[in-house]
């Protein structure tokens, strides 16, 4: 697929159980999602990382659809089918698509029209579109200043939820029965903990998603998605005490040629 487009990694979840199965694995509250609507939402590792971070539409009573924002729709799956059991469930990967840019369409509706599938985002929506449809990254930009994050592969069971701020999202919720990860959410919830947060910055120079951000011999956080403009702009999770201690908002990292300075616009909670 073209470098200005990004495929849809999407994963199907349909049968009687299939509501049912999604509420328990994930860390959101899939039994309250009506048809026709879509909600952010993450499946989580017994320890609280992010495994899978997803836009999840009801399509139908007893199918979902994911949409994942990072990681193959094929891994997933796989992982997902160790605790099928009994569960009267499919799980399968749909066909190849593109992710485009549509009108401005209500924040959390489903669209369906023919093979397209649109997610309403407020200002816009972004479109799942067959694999000979052009895709763009129009999108792109607009959903990093809302700060939703998209995960590279480097970022894939590393991050605690509370840094990529998903319950500020409602992908995690602290009241419902339990799922992978909920005793690490609760604990980081109540008692606090999580020394690290999501930022959107602008860069003095190209950086890359999945880049790890030093300073000195110490890892500080990592770069998540990446636009490059008349300015480059990022998401990255970055060490409170590095964010804290920045001077008018500018931290700089490293020394020399390859020295980096980044401008902090916006500081999410967890």
């Known amino acids: 697929m073209p470098s200005n487009?990004?495929?849809?990694?999407?994963?199907?979840?349909?049968?009687?159980d299939a509501v049912a199965f999604a509420h328990a694995q994930f860390s959101s509250k899939v039994n309250e999602l009506a048809v026709g609507r879509w909600a952010f939402g993450a499946w989580l590792d017994p320890q609280g990382r992010v495994r899978a971070l997803f836009h999840l539409a009801r399509i139908a009573?007893?199918?979902?659809?994911?949409?994942?924002?990072?990681?193959?729709a094929a891994d997933m799956a796989d992982g997902l089918r160790r605790f099928v059991f009994r569960s009267r469930v499919t799980l399968r990967e749909a066909p190849t698509a593109a992710l485009a840019t549509g009108e401005?369409?209500?924040?959390?509706?489903?669209?369906?029209?023919g093979e397209t599938i649109s997610l309403g985002c407020g200002s816009h929506a972004l479109r799942i579109v067959t694999s000979t449809t052009t895709g763009d990254m129009q999108?792109?930009?607009?959903?990093?200043?809302?700060?939703?994050?998209?995960?590279?592969?480097?970022?894939?069971?590393?991050?605690?939820?509370?840094?990529?701020?998903?319950?500020?999202?409602?992908?995690?919720?602290?009241?419902?029965?339990?799922?992978?990860?909920?005793?690490?959410?609760a604990r980081l919830h109540f008692r606090g903990g999580c020394k690290r947060h999501l930022c959107s910055v602008t860069a003095s120079r190209a950086i890359a998603p999945g880049e790890t951000l030093r300073r000195g011999e110490q890892e500080v956080g990592i770069v998540l998605n990446v636009v490059n403009g008349d300015t480059i702009e990022a998401l990255v999770v970055l060490s409170d005490d590095v964010v804290d201690n920045a001077i008018d908002d500018n931290i700089t990292l490293g020394d020399g040629?390859?020295?980096l300075l980044m401008t902090t616009i916006e500081r999410w909670p967890a």
């Open 104 to 113: 401005a369409q209500t924040l959390h509706d489903v669209h369906i029209e």
């Open 5 to 16: 487009t990004r495929d849809a990694q999407t994963l199907l979840i349909e049968g009687p």
């Open 257 to 259: 040629d390859d020295s």
């Open 61 to 72: 009573d007893g199918k979902l659809l994911l949409l994942l924002r990072g990681g193959k």
């Open 139 to 185: 999108w792109q930009p607009v959903q990093l200043k809302l700060g939703w994050p998209w995960l590279p592969d480097e970022a894939l069971n590393k991050c605690l939820a509370p840094m990529l701020s998903l319950q500020r999202l409602q992908a995690v919720a602290v009241d419902k029965g339990c799922y992978p990860g909920q005793e690490i959410v």
